[in-house]
């Protein structure tokens, strides 16, 4: 039940944050300046990911997993295991995002991402499923 409302509050906020992000905030950051697919996937990997999406994922986690959620364990969590989870982000969306950024038109950019980002939640929680 936690969870459920959970996901169905965060779910059309994450959505939105996300349509801006990847289309018109990425695009006139950087693609409508001439820069490249590639640095674009690089600056979204090591700064927008890191800030974005990890540790909202680990807090989220946390709190539906955890009699007494805490803001200080999910970030320490999520710092540990930065490294692998990064290499897991690469494994899918590094194909992906580089599509996204190349092909797909800045106003469908968010809903790609997003259902690029479905496939990620699946190898995201089975990566870390087990750690219940």
């Known amino acids: ?6 996901r169905a509050s965060a779910s059309p906020s994450l959505a939105e944050v996300y349509h801006w992000v990847y289309g018109p905030i990425y695009t006139f950051l950087f693609l409508q300046r001439g820069v490249s697919a590639l640095p674009v996937v690089l600056f979204d990997y090591a700064v927008t990911a890191q800030v974005l999406y990890f540790p909202p994922y680990y807090l989220l986690q946390d709190f539906i997993r955890s009699e007494t959620p805490s803001c200080t364990r999910a970030l320490e969590q999520c710092s540990a295991q930065r490294w692998e989870d990064f290499q897991a982000l690469i494994s899918v969306f590094l194909p992906l995002s580089w599509f996204n950024y190349s092909f797909v038109p800045s ?3 968010g809903t790609f991402s997003g259902v690029a980002g479905l496939v990620w939640a699946i190898r995201l929680s089975n990566l870390r499923g087990i750690e219940v």
């Open 107 to 109: 106003c469908w950019r």
């Open 1 to 6: 039940m936690r969870s459920g409302i959970i």
